[in-house]
């Protein structure tokens, strides 16, 4: 038995340690929003937060989580979290999703980035482009996905 904090809750995930975190938040726990894609990060649709850093959930075994603090699209976009509801604001606005697969995954990395910039500073294309580097989208949805990260800036800022 492995407790793991997920979302600010305690857990208790069932499960061999080596199991990644994807399988035990979506097998076990039933929380679906993080996606799977390539089961070898390299795609980001599993990208979740470990301790506000944005990791590749598929690659990352429980063991790795114990005593850390996972964050899930779940939480991203409920609306707590100020940085997360600016970017789900501006993945709207901008209409970002297509097929919508990989979006989880693209909301998690720009919410982690956006949480680095300087307060009032404004990422230029080429940061936002670096961060989301590693974030495929099937769709080639990129330059709304830029232009989501670019206004959801702004409007913290």
Known sequence: M?????NG???QVD????????WALRDTLGMTGTKFGCGAALCGACTVHLNGQAIRSCVTPISAAAGQKITTIEAVTEGGDKVGKAVRDA????DV???????????????AF????????????????????GN??????????????????????
């Open 91 to 94: 993945w709207v606005k901008h």
């Open 2 to 6: 492995t407790t793991l904090n997920i």
């Open 9 to 11: 809750k305690d857990r």
């Open 15 to 22: 499960a061999d340690p080596s199991t990644p975190i994807l």
């Open 97 to 111: 999703a297509q097929c919508g697969y990989c979006q989880s995954g693209q909301i998690m990395s720009a919410t």
């Open 114 to 133: 956006l949480k680095t910039v300087t307060p009032g500073k404004l990422p230029s294309e080429a940061e936002i482009d670096s961060a989301m580097a």
């Open 136 to 157: 495929i989208c099937r769709c080639g949805t990129y330059a709304r996905i830029r232009a989501a990260v670019a206004d959801a800036a702004k409007a913290l800022a």
